[in-house]
């Protein structure tokens, strides 16, 4: 009446692994793509500031107008109130010159690193046209 079962029979699991692997290799696909599709559009949410109203080379460098992979403006927005990145107008009038280059540098937190992508000089324009948007009060 009761069919003897063999859980270590090949035959008898095959099914059932098939299954579980297929299970798990979706979910974790689900998982990145997820991932990645919602940190696609939470981190890059900010507007860049028209061309034409920038004066600045920081300004234009910020803005994503100088070089296509340095695009500050679409985490900090493009006059830097911030979009889904901090924003600055209350940060950088308590930064030193030299943190604001640690952090261009460095990326803190989810900020990439901006070291290799831009000149030393290119940095200094940075920093140069934040100071002038947020004077210390």
Same mark, same amino acid.
């Given at each position: 009446?009761?069919r ?34 919602s *940190?696609?559009?939470?981190c890059? !949410? #900010?507007?860049?500031? /028209? ?5 600045? +080379? ?16 679409? *985490?900090?927005?493009?006059?830097? !109130? #911030?979009?889904?990145? /901090? ?5 950088? +009038? ?44």
């Amino acid at each position: 009446m009761f069919r003897n079962f063999n859980v270590r029979s090949d035959i008898d699991l095959l099914p059932m692994t098939h299954s579980f692997a297929f299970l798990v290799s979706r979910l974790r696909r689900l998982c990145v793509v997820g991932g990645l599709a919602s *940190c696609a559009v939470a981190c890059h !949410t #900010g507007t860049a500031l /028209p061309a034409q109203s920038l004066d600045s +080379p920081g300004g234009r460098l910020f803005n994503g107008y100088v070089k296509t992979d340095v695009k500050c403006f679409s *985490c900090h927005n493009g006059d830097g !109130t #911030g979009a889904n990145g /901090p924003n600055l107008a209350e940060r950088v +009038p308590k930064l030193s010159d030299e943190a604001i280059l640690k952090a261009i540098d460095e990326g803190p937190s989810y900020m990439p690193s901006f070291k290799d992508k831009l000149t030393a000089g290119e940095k200094r324009d940075i920093v140069a046209w934040l100071r002038e948007r947020f004077k210390t009060p």
